[in-house]
Every structure is written in structure tokens, then in C-alpha cells.
């Protein structure tokens, strides 16, 4: 295509696809699925925009395929672990992501998790398909009664662990947090900050919300996974990366751990089929910020960053770059 144009790797919101003409910009929209690798890379060819997900990877091959007319990627994700931002910033391409308009929708998923492993929604849910005789027994089936003063530790207090604590503490749990831009000893919100390794050793509940970085890499390896209350429970609705599933594996069979929520994995799309095997984990498919309205929102929020790069204006949410 000779005129630069937009390129959308993926199909977006109804609603979203529906403005994308109103644009006025020729357009090159990909499809539900993630585009294959050369697929992709021919399509972005000469784009000036291009709007993906976090199932594509950005580095420097697709920013030399598309070119010199890209001036902006916009994400519809908050998480940017898949953009090489150290390579857009080196080709002067603005990097935008989605967030704050996602927060809530996380938090309510990510509480939804934890309400389903700690009172075992999933597992009764598969139990009472099975067809098996059952009868109501003081034993059956018992979970954790989070109401009853159970501490939540959330690693990351940033918007949606901030989002995650409010449910948490209208649910009557106590919550605490750990967060290296907090000073350990701050009361925020009626959270208390505290050292990392003292939130694994109380929490009844750790649920993770840092961004993937080398940092954060594994974060929750074996020996984090040891420092957990034995009988505790682990959730994760950030990036799979950040925990070491197969020391997650042996937490959970060795029972250590009572049980852990994924919404994400290390080798995502593609799930462990350990983790599969194990009665105490709930697996999602990566939709926390799944919500109708948070969905338009994200995407949205990346036609609207593509729209002011184009006009020459700052983007609403430009991500900084190294
Ligand atoms: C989803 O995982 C996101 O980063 O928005």
C-alpha cells in the first residue's frame, strides 16, 4: 500500500471496529486471531500506526518492517512486556498502552478468583457434574472463610492492587501490601506496607500486581513459594512470567499450598498440562480486564492515542521510554 496507513492486528471491540473507517486513514485490520509472524510483518509494512495486542511482540524486525513512516504503537493491554521499548525509542516510535480504564474489571476478576479458590467454586462446579451421589455433610467441601479476619498480601500497589484491596477489605479481610515505592511501615488506604517476605509469611492470600520486568521475573520461585503460610493460596492475574510454575507445580502437590488462581502463564497461550492435572487451581485463559465496557474502553483508549501521534499531539497515554 503506498499511502501509510493504519495497521490493527487484531479484530477489536464491535463497537471500536465499527469508528475505525470514521478514521479516514487507510486501514489494514487483521483478524480475531493473532496474525501469523509474516503475515504480520508484511501488513505493518510502511504502516504509520499500528495498534496491537499483547500477543504480538514488538522488536526491532517489526519496527524495521514497518518502517520509517511508524510513528506510534499502541497497545490495547497495560502490561508492555511484549514491546521492546528500548527499540522503539531508538526509531523515535511513541509506545502507548490502556491504562487505568481496566482496573476495576481486573480487580472483580481477580477477586472472582480468589473467591473461587478459597471456597473451591471450580472444583464443586466439576464435582456436581460428575453426577455423583452426594448429600450435604458438615466436611463437604469446606473452604477458606475470607470474612473471618483471613489476611491479603498484594504484591504491587498500584492501581489495580489498590482496586483489589478495596474489595478486599469490604469483604472484611485485612490487607497488607508490599511495593518497593512505598516506605514499609505506611498506612495507605487502611493497607499496611510492609517487607516482602513479611507479607508471604502472613498472608493467608497473596495475590500478585507488578508488571513483568527482569525484576520481577520469577519473583515467586520456590523459595518464595516456601516463605507462604503452609495452607495458604496464591493468585495471579498479572503475567505468568512473574511466578515459576514449576515450583508452583510442587507447592500445590506437595500441598503446601492450599491452592493458587491463574489468569496468565509462562508459556502463554499455552497451559502446563501439570497445572491441568491438579484439583486445587483455577485456570483462566487470561481475561481479567474481560469486561464489555473495559474492553471498549481499551480500545478505544489505542485509537485515541494512534489519532493525536497522527495530529502531531502528545499521546493520552504514552508509555516512558528507557
Ligand atoms: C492484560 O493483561 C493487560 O495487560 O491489559
Known amino acids: 500500500m503506498s499511502l501509510p496507513h493504519l495497521y490493527v492486528a487484531r479484530t477489536l471491540t464491535p463497537s ?15 483478524e480475531e486471531a493473532p496474525p501469523a509472524r509474516e503475515r504480520l510483518l508484511a501488513d505493518v509494512a510502511g504502516a504509520s500506526a499500528a495498534i496491537v495486542t499483547l500477543t504480538e511482540r514488538v522488536d526491532a524486525e517489526f519496527l524495521d518492517a514497518a518502517g520509517p513512516a511508524l510513528k506510534v ?110 516506605r514499609i511501615g505506611a498506612s495507605v488506604n487502611g493497607v499496611e506496607v510492609i517487607e516482602a517476605d513479611t507479607l508471604l509469611e502472613t498472608s493467608e492470600v497473596v495475590s500478585l500486581h507488578v508488571p513483568l520486568l527482569p525484576s520481577t521475573r520469577h519473583l515467586i520461585d520456590a523459595a518464595a513459594l516456601s516463605r507462604m503460610k503452609p495452607g495458604s493460596y496464591l493468585v495471579n492475574a498479572a ?59 481499551m480500545c478505544r483508549l489505542a485509537v485515541r492515542n494512534v489519532t493525536r501521534v497522527l495530529a502531531g499531539e502528545p499521546a493520552e497515554t504514552p508509555v516512558p521510554l528507557p
Open 73 to 182: 504503537v499502541a497497545n490495547v493491554a497495560v502490561g508492555y512486556d511484549n514491546i521492546d521499548l528500548a527499540a522503539a525509542a531508538a526509531r523515535g516510535v511513541v509506545v502507548c498502552n490502556t491504562p487505568g480504564v481496566l482496573d476495576e474489571a481486573t480487580a472483580d476478576h481477580t477477586f472472582a478468583m480468589l473467591l473461587a479458590i478459597t471456597r473451591r467454586v471450580v472444583e464443586a462446579d466439576r464435582f456436581a457434574r460428575t453426577g455423583r451421589p452426594w448429600i450435604w455433610g458438615p466436611n463437604m467441601l469446606v473452604g477458606l472463610d475470607i470474612s473471618a479476619g483471613a489476611t491479603l498480601g498484594i504484591v504491587g500497589f498500584g492501581r489495580i492492587g489498590r482496586a483489589v484491596a478495596r474489595r478486599a477489605q469490604a469483604f472484611g479481610m485485612r490487607v497488607t501490601t508490599s511495593d518497593p515505592g512505598l
Open 16 to 30: 471500536v471496529m465499527g469508528e475505525l473507517t470514521d478514521l479516514g486513514l487507510p486501514l489494514i485490520v487483521g
Open 239 to 297: 503475567r505468568g512470567g512473574v511466578v515459576d510454575e514449576t515450583a508452583l507445580i510442587d507447592a500445590l502437590r506437595s500441598g503446601h499450598l492450599a491452592g493458587a488462581a491463574l489468569d496468565t502463564f509462562e508459556g502463554e497461550p499455552a497451559i502446563n498440562p501439570e497445572l491441568t492435572t491438579l484439583e486445587n487451581i483455577v485456570l483462566q485463559p487470561h481475561i481479567a480486564s474481560a469486561g464489555d465496557r473495559t474492553r471498549d474502553n
